[in-house]
């Protein structure tokens, strides 16, 4: 049974610092590319940051900078370190992978205060 189980969340003021993780089971990690969303409330759900199996980066250009995305394979973790957040982060975060169909963790709040 797949799972993806985030954690990392908080209420942080504006120019603070997350780490959020995110602890995988059921399947076999270190093949899958894993990817950070983030939804605003009465916003559409979007992606903030994917890392491949090889450990190539993407982000979106609002978090280019700031963000940073990493795994652990021994550990089934994919991890997304937060800097200089701003009160437009705030958000849900979800874990997610496609293979081919959408797995996604419960999500994490973030609340970044000005």
């Known amino acids: 049974q797949v799972q993806l189980v985030e954690s990392g969340g908080g209420l942080v003021q504006a120019g603070g610092s997350l780490r959020l993780s995110c602890v995988a089971s059921g399947f076999i990690f270190r093949f899958v590319a894993m990817n950070w969303y983030r939804q605003a409330p009465g916003k559409q759900r979007e992606l903030v940051a994917g890392i491949t199996s090889g450990g190539t980066t993407n982000y979106a250009d609002s978090v280019k900078g700031r963000f940073t995305i990493s795994r652990d394979n021994d550990k089934s973790t994919v991890y997304l370190q937060m800097n200089s957040l701003k009160p437009e982060d705030t958000a849900v975060y979800y874990c997610?992978?496609?293979?081919?169909?959408?797995?996604w963790g419960q999500g994490t709040q973030v609340t970044v205060s000005s």
């Open positions: 997610n992978f496609d293979a081919p169909r959408s797995y």
